[in-house]
């Protein structure tokens, strides 16, 4: 396969909503299989269904797929050759195709107003208990006369494709087929998957509006681009045995199908907004590095074949395989995105950490939007602290706001734990004495002061450690307690101990 450079694929998102980890996961996939054997990716628009799309969408798609570094290989000449393919642009071609299928006997004219439809299917449902068995194919009989009638009368039809009304569709799955449907389970001997064509309806191809629908236009693309396999998500399963049929109308050889197995929640319920975010711009926005996700994005239904999990992109493309793919759903886990976000984020140097942090600080409004040389430098320092502890970029102004402010924000849970107890006051005036002879001021004499007295005060040095900590940072929990001291000075940890100070007394006047 490594050589096999004729690959074709594609992912062909819908641009009717923010692009979703399940769809990202599916183009990470084709892209993935392309990039491994030398063969191309194509992203490909389907806007069709002029009700749900819009151009924001469309925006969002391509900014997403940027962001991850998933590049498309080709598009039409109009756009350069960086694409992407557009559906809506291409109707022309989806019209011919559904006219020449009018020709073969494949389709017809269906005349059939919305009204009917919904009285149909409301029948179909009462008679058969819930379950409407679809289109009664009325308008697959009309005679010559009758069809001259309804054109005169001016209803604007659809087109519909002509199933074969007994016999079995097949397909080959590369990846479900594995465990199929008809009966012969062994892996990589039967491959198939079966469909009785009785159990298919008359599905429409071409709408009224002159738009087509998915099917006709997935089918004439997929084969107009010569795509070679055609990776998608399990839930278009359904849809394939329709297009197998378009295929044969066609006189087309089809790609092989595989379907990608379900991304389920913690729950093992579909993934959905009650999960948490589901667009890949959200999990950007809230600081998730591009390539943690796609890593993370690349073991949802697929494995190496060896224990490994933190791969870079050379080695996931290396690695890939249509073999690797699973069957069972996978779990979207946050922990382990949080998790693997956390080692990306430690793996940066401090000048790219910086770089990615930044934005993070001048939105919270914690520094100003162009950080000179030497500010960018103090605020390198203040991160490299925040860098150890921190799973997503949106932690950041939290876990550093007390650098940024002329005064910390004493948390009141904080203060009320360490800075009313009796010894604390004076403790803390003590420090600062020592603060103030400690020269240089940095870590290791911040914690020779902190433990010398700890020890002048036969008390354990947490004892100190605490309190200090709230003195400067105003919370309990944080970067490293010496390295902070070191990184905020001398002067500021002066000042923050004597208004630590006059806290603890004024909350022991209090108490
Ligand atoms: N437009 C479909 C989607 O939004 C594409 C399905 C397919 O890959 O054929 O996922």
Same mark, same amino acid.
């Given at each position: 396969m490594a050589s096999d450079n004729t690959v074709r694929v594609r992912v062909a998102p819908s641009p009717t909503g923010l692009l979703h980890v399940g769809v990202t996961r599916t183009?990470?996939?084709?892209?993935?299989?392309?990039?491994?054997? *030398?063969? #191309?990716?194509?992203?490909?628009? +389907?806007?069709?269904?002029?009700? @749900?799309? #819009?151009?924001?969408?469309?925006?969002?798609?391509?900014?997403?797929? @940027?962001?991850?570094?998933? %590049?498309? /290989?080709?598009?039409?000449?109009? /756009? *350069?050759?960086?694409?992407?393919?557009?559906?809506?642009?291409?109707?022309?071609?989806?019209?011919?195709?559904?006219? !020449?299928?009018?020709?073969?006997?494949?389709?017809?004219?269906?005349?059939?107003?919305?009204?009917?439809?919904? %009285?149909? #299917?409301?029948?179909?449902?009462?008679?058969? @208990? *819930?379950?409407a068995l679809g289109y009664d194919r009325l308008c697959r009989h009309l005679s010559a006369e009758e069809r001259a009638q309804k054109e005169a009368e001016g209803i604007a039809p659809t087109i519909?494709?002509?199933?074969?009304? !007994?016999?079995?569709? /097949?397909?080959?799955?590369?990846?479900?087929?594995?465990m199929m449907v008809d009966g012969t389970t062994v892996e990589g001997v039967a491959r198939h998957t079966s469909f009785e064509n009785a159990s298919l309806d008359d599905f429409v191809i071409l709408k009224s509006d002159g738009f087509p629908t998915y099917h006709l236009a997935s089918v004439v693309d997929d084969h107009l681009m010569a795509m070679t396999h055609v990776l998608r998500a399990q839930e278009w399963i359904s849809s394939t045995p329709r297009h197998v049929l378009l295929y044969a109308a066609f006189g087309w050889e089809p790609p092989a199908f595989g379907h990608l197995p379900m991304v389920l929640g913690t729950d093992r319920a579909k993934l959905s907004k009650r999960h948490g975010a589901t667009a890949v711009t959200a999990y950007r926005d809230q600081g998730y590095l591009p390539h943690a996700?796609?890593?993370?994005?690349?073991?949802?239904?697929?494995?190496?074949?060896?224990? @490994?999990?933190?791969?870079?992109?050379?080695?996931?493309? +290396?690695?890939?395989?249509?073999? =690797?793919?699973?069957?069972?759903? !996978?779990?979207? %886990?946050?922990?382990?995105? %949080?998790?693997?976000? =956390?080692?990306?984020? #430690? !793996?940066c140097d401090r000048e790219r950490f910086t770089e990615l942090a930044l934005p993070y600080l001048i939105e919270a409004g914690l520094v100003g939007a162009d950080p000179g040389c030497a500010e960018r430098d103090q605020i390198g320092r203040v991160l490299a602290l925040a860098q150890e502890r921190v799973k997503v970029l949106s932690e950041l102004p939290r876990l550093t706001e007390f650098f940024f402010r002329a005064e910390p924000k004493y948390d009141p849970a904080a203060v009320k734990k360490w800075l009313t107890k009796d010894y604390v006051p004076s403790a803390l005036t003590d420090l600062a004495t020592r603060f103030e002879a400690a020269q240089p001021f940095d870590a290791a004499n911040t914690e020779r002061a902190v433990r010398g007295l700890a020890d002048q005060l036969e008390m354990k040095p947490a004892a100190l450690i605490h309190p200090t900590r709230v003195a400067v940072t105003g919370r309990t929990t944080g970067p490293g307690l010496f390295e902070t001291l070191e990184v905020l000075g001398k002067e500021r940890c002066l000042k923050r101990l004597r208004k630590a100070v006059a806290l603890a007394a004024e909350s022991q006047n209090i108490e």
């Amino acid at each position: 396969m490594a050589s096999d450079n004729t690959v074709r694929v594609r992912v062909a998102p819908s641009p009717t909503g923010l692009l979703h980890v399940g769809v990202t996961r599916t183009a990470i996939f084709n892209w993935l299989l392309a990039r491994h054997c *030398g063969g #191309r990716f194509i992203l490909r628009i +389907e806007d069709t269904d002029q009700t @749900r799309c #819009r151009p924001e969408y469309q925006q969002n798609i391509l900014e997403a797929l @940027r962001w991850l570094g998933l %590049d498309w /290989d080709e598009g039409p000449e109009a /756009d *350069g050759p960086h694409g992407p393919y557009v559906q809506s642009q291409r109707v022309q071609l989806y019209r011919e195709h559904a006219r !020449s299928l009018l020709e073969s006997g494949h389709a017809y004219y269906c005349y059939c107003s919305p009204e009917r439809l919904a %009285d149909m #299917r409301r029948r179909q449902e009462q008679e058969q @208990r *819930g379950e409407a068995l679809g289109y009664d194919r009325l308008c697959r009989h009309l005679s010559a006369e009758e069809r001259a009638q309804k054109e005169a009368e001016g209803i604007a039809p659809t087109i519909r494709f002509a199933v074969p009304l !007994s016999g079995t569709t /097949d397909f080959r799955d590369i990846i479900v087929g594995r465990m199929m449907v008809d009966g012969t389970t062994v892996e990589g001997v039967a491959r198939h998957t079966s469909f009785e064509n009785a159990s298919l309806d008359d599905f429409v191809i071409l709408k009224s509006d002159g738009f087509p629908t998915y099917h006709l236009a997935s089918v004439v693309d997929d084969h107009l681009m010569a795509m070679t396999h055609v990776l998608r998500a399990q839930e278009w399963i359904s849809s394939t045995p329709r297009h197998v049929l378009l295929y044969a109308a066609f006189g087309w050889e089809p790609p092989a199908f595989g379907h990608l197995p379900m991304v389920l929640g913690t729950d093992r319920a579909k993934l959905s907004k009650r999960h948490g975010a589901t667009a890949v711009t959200a999990y950007r926005d809230q600081g998730y590095l591009p390539h943690a996700m796609f890593n993370f994005l690349a073991l949802l239904g697929w494995a190496p074949g060896d224990d @490994r999990e933190v791969m870079t992109r050379d080695e996931l493309i +290396e690695a890939f395989s249509i073999d =690797g793919i699973g069957k069972a759903p !996978s779990i979207f %886990d946050i922990t382990k995105l %949080d998790w693997m976000n =956390g080692h990306y984020i #430690r !793996s940066c140097d401090r000048e790219r950490f910086t770089e990615l942090a930044l934005p993070y600080l001048i939105e919270a409004g914690l520094v100003g939007a162009d950080p000179g040389c030497a500010e960018r430098d103090q605020i390198g320092r203040v991160l490299a602290l925040a860098q150890e502890r921190v799973k997503v970029l949106s932690e950041l102004p939290r876990l550093t706001e007390f650098f940024f402010r002329a005064e910390p924000k004493y948390d009141p849970a904080a203060v009320k734990k360490w800075l009313t107890k009796d010894y604390v006051p004076s403790a803390l005036t003590d420090l600062a004495t020592r603060f103030e002879a400690a020269q240089p001021f940095d870590a290791a004499n911040t914690e020779r002061a902190v433990r010398g007295l700890a020890d002048q005060l036969e008390m354990k040095p947490a004892a100190l450690i605490h309190p200090t900590r709230v003195a400067v940072t105003g919370r309990t929990t944080g970067p490293g307690l010496f390295e902070t001291l070191e990184v905020l000075g001398k002067e500021r940890c002066l000042k923050r101990l004597r208004k630590a100070v006059a806290l603890a007394a004024e909350s022991q006047n209090i108490e």
